[in-house]
């Protein structure tokens, strides 16, 4: 079914169960910010800072951000404390009483950095690439280069990275290959956590990225149920992301929650949208409401 424009519908508060505390997952690039051609200049407005505290500090709201970015990164730039933060898609998580990498996480380390010399001998000469060292993932950043110069860092890329990828893996996360995979599946076909027998890497297919991230069976969803359950409140989930990467918490929370995708895409399993991350903030005025009805909830336990 498509997704329903969130303001379209009526509050917020409406949808909400009542007595439930609410557990709000955020993403970060494209949902709190704007994607920006340099990442490291993506910061959060003063108004949208002071909402997400305001949220963490309530009695009604467990705050989380799920951001591909690395933990100690994001955790920098929101600065709130009493928050969760999960770094790397969720690979990587700390907050309250929480501390959780994934165990087969750390091993792809020495992998990550063999590439991440080779991948710097091949794209030094094109102008606009840069690499980005996430620890547990290596991003392939190709923004800033030259349309005519695109192909040829796709291709050097695949060549550097071909023997050490689950090519069968490769996960699409641009609009364009969005509507031919929605959802995309878990990081690993089968096993229980554990790497495939094969190769230790797959390739996510950012916005104007290529991420190389651990071939293992985890993803934003899993990491949302992970939260849930280490916050010891019964909580009602709502979740609001604007990547491929946020279908998988979409799939999971889909049922109990609310779970907004931020633009105009159709082929979502969220069940809400917002037009633009510049929706986010009304949408987050409406949960500040909702969580701190007075005389609704008691203190907050983590
Ligand atoms: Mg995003």
Redesign the pocket.
């Known amino acids: 079914m498509p997704p329903v424009y969130l303001f379209k519908c009526k509050n917020l508060s409406d949808l909400i169960k009542p007595d439930q505390k609410i557990a709000l997952f955020l993403?970060?690039?494209?949902?709190l910010v704007p994607i920006q051609k340099d990442p490291a200049q993506c910061f959060l407005m003063p108004e949208i800072k002071k909402q997400l505290r305001s949220l963490a500090n309530s009695e009604g709201c467990y705050v989380s951000i799920l951001s591909?970015r690395k933990l100690s990164d994001i955790r920098k730039r929101i600065g709130i404390p009493c928050i969760y933060y999960g770094g790397n898609h969720g690979i990587d998580i700390a907050g309250p009483g929480m501390r959780y990498t994934h165990p087969k996480a750390s091993s792809t380390r020495p992998t990550i950095l063999k590439i991440k010399h080779l991948l710097e001998k091949e794209i030094v000469d094109i102008k606009g690439t840069w690499l980005e060292d996430k620890k547990f993932t290596l991003t392939l950043h190709f923004r800033a280069v030259k349309k005519g110069d695109i192909s040829s860092v796709k291709k050097a890329f695949y060549k550097t990275v071909a023997r050490f990828i689950e090519e069968t893996n490769i996960l699409h996360s641009n609009t364009k290959g969005r509507k031919n995979n929605p959802p995309i599946p878990p990081l690993v076909k089968g096993g229980k956590g554990g790497f495939s027998n094969k190769k230790l890497l797959i390739v996510i297919k950012g916005k104007k990225v290529l991420e190389l991230v651990p071939n293992i069976s985890w993803d934003k969803g899993k990491a949302a149920l992970l939260i849930l359950k280490a916050i010891k409140d019964k909580c009602f989930p709502v979740y609001v992301?604007?990547?491929q990467t946020?279908e998988n918490a979409f799939s999971v929370l889909s049922e109990e929650g609310i779970t907004i995708r931020v633009g105009k895409s159709m082929k979502t399993l969220a069940k809400f949208y917002v037009k633009s991350y510049r929706e986010v903030p009304q949408a987050l005025d409406m949960l500040t409401i909702t969580a701190q009805s007075e005389g609704i909830y008691e203190k907050k336990s983590f």
Not at 27 to 31: E, L
């Open positions: 993403d970060f690039d494209g949902t591909g992301g604007d990547d946020d």
